[in-house]
């Protein structure tokens, strides 16, 4: 059809599965003003640059009805609606190539239930960036539905699905908000096995959402390959067994992952320049069973804050942040591998029990790891970690905890301390510290197999009950061993000083290398 012809009496009197071809005015642009009703399946294409304006703003440009299911509408100018197009109850439908602007509420508004539809390649402004949706599903169950490719700017919600959805595909689009409102892509709670791929969001207050109402817990996402930037929050997410993967999560202002579940796997991100917080994580239930592995959190205040129980933090990379690297204040905790340098705080920093601390490499950090008291007996075991050139190595006051076999060196202040009661530290290896290579200032500890090498003062002990130190090396430090409680015997046996004899009971008094 041509200009001067109705693009709705086009449709009226179309055979279903017809191509209705719309043309411009001989390769300059035309525009139709008027609002049509679809309601059978019909193939409408523009052929140039057509543009379509609605009769009204109250009414849309294009509305497609149950019976237009199948319809695709593809390459128009449309402008000038609350509603550009709106598709009610019909599955099916191909919504391409469009460009949508001057929207006052919804750019293109799934009504109902919908399935198996595409939006595909669309470029979508509103008027005001406080108020209505990019592209929205509402009021229905949603499945299958692919929303690709497209740009949208200048709306509250740039993708948004309301309620019961599973099995969408959103990706590659890109999302524009203003004002740190909204979210740019946007599902609520009853949505599950939905994919959110490659899409790049700015602006917004939370880039990524997902929302839990109740005990309706979103689940089973894949959200991987997404750039963040420039957001409030980059994800805000309430959600389980779901893996958020490959994603570019930077500068924005409060977090880069702000996030409530349980069976969550956190892998392979990138976490820069964030405000509060790289990774937030809430406690969901007692047993969370998190997982949080291979992603590089640099340059954020706190690297990582979590209350997640039963969580486990691996093979990540994280320095340059500010603040402390790796919070956490949860329980059965499991910190392993995980590279950590050059952080202002600390590089581990634990308050709870049953926590597992191994085969942490970490350097440059104010101090190594830290330990505050959470119960009268934690049972933390720091085990196998390498802390070297930080402030202090291990700052401890969690009591009944175990330390072995880390290597604690070349630490500028103190390379372990202990404030907390009954510890068991063997075997592990604490020399080259500036100050003391172990300090206890509590009662009730074991201290057995240790090697304390070439610190300025090998152990110093705040009273004579302190600890057993039994079957020990100290070899090399200036003074080896300092207790100055005078009112009782150091349990001090069969201990190994270089080439020197040592008493069996130290008190009172230090011993130097030559003692």
Known sequence: MHPGQSIQAAVNSAAAGDNINVYDDNNNPWTYKESVVVNKKVNIKAQGSVNIEAINTSSAVFTVNPNGAGTSIQNF??????????????????????????????????????NNSRVIGNTITGINPAVGNGISFEYGFCTFNTISGNIIHNFLNGILFNFNSENNIVSNNRVISTGLTGAGIYATADSRLMKIIGNTVTGAEDGIAIQQFH??????????????????????????????????????????????????????????YNGNSGITIAGFNTKDYNVVSGNVINYNVAGISSASNYTTFYNNIISFNTFHALISVANHVTINSNTIKNNVGSGIFVIG???????????????????????????????????????NGINSASPYSTFNNNFIGFNTQTGLIITGAGCYITRNTIRNNIETGLKITSTGNTVISNRFVNNLMGVSFSKHNSAKFNLNSLLGNTYQVYCPDTSGYLNALNNWWGSNSAPTRIYGFSTSTHG
């Open 77 to 114: 100018n449309l402008s000038r609606s609350s509603y550009c197009i709106m598709i009610n109850n019909a599955n099916n439908c191909l919504i391409s190539g469009n460009k949508i602007s001057d929207v006052s509420l919804v750019g293109i508004q799934f009504y109902g239930p919908m």
């Open 215 to 272: 005990m309706d817990i979103p689940s089973g996402y894949i959200i991987s390959g997404n750039t963040l930037t420039g957001n409030k929050n980059g994800f805000w997410l309430r959600i389980s067994n779901s893996t958020i993967s490959d994603n570019i999560v930077s500068q924005n202002i409060v977090s880069g992952f702000d996030i409530t579940g349980k069976f969550n796997k956190i892998i392979n991100n990138i976490i820069s």
């Open 353 to 391: 029990t049953y926590n597992s601390i191994v085969r942490n490499v970490l350097q440059n950090n104010i101090i190594g790891i830290t330990l505050q008291k959470s119960t009268s007996a934690d049972h933390n075991t720091v085990g196998y970690n390498n802390a070297t050139y930080n402030g």
